[in-house]
Nanobody
């Protein structure tokens, strides 16, 4: 089992920045890809960005140039730096970890609210 606990969300004004963190614990040796997803009210959960163990990243088009995903394997922690936030970025942001055998793990989510 893998446990994920997100932190770093909160209320920020438009144009501000936040950095989300997601430390992993448990059977972390099995984790390959980690990712950030978000779910806005009334919307489906969507991918924001993900990163492989080797640091290969891919982003949703809406996140490119604004959000940066990173991973510190020594600390078993993934981050998401979000710059120039807009009200449409308001959502619950969740951390995901997957192993090569298709098992996925989720954190409880952290609320990000961007005021105009």
């Amino acid at each position: 089992q893998v446990q994920l606990v997100e932190s770093g969300g909160g209320l920020v004004q438009a144009g501000g920045s936040l950095r989300l963190s997601c430390p992993a614990s448990g059977t972390i040796f099995s984790i390959s890809t980690m990712g950030w997803y978000r779910q806005a009210p009334g919307m489906q959960r969507e991918l924001v960005a993900r990163i492989s163990r080797r640091g290969i990243t891919n982003y949703a088009d809406s996140a490119k140039g604004r959000f940066t995903i990173s991973r510190d394997n020594a600390k078993n922690t993934m981050y998401l730096k979000m710059n120039n936030l807009k009200p449409e970025h308001t959502a619950v942001y969740s951390c995901n970890a997957a192993d090569p055998w298709g098992h996925e793990y989720w954190g409880q989510g952290t609320q990000v609210t961007v005021s105009s």
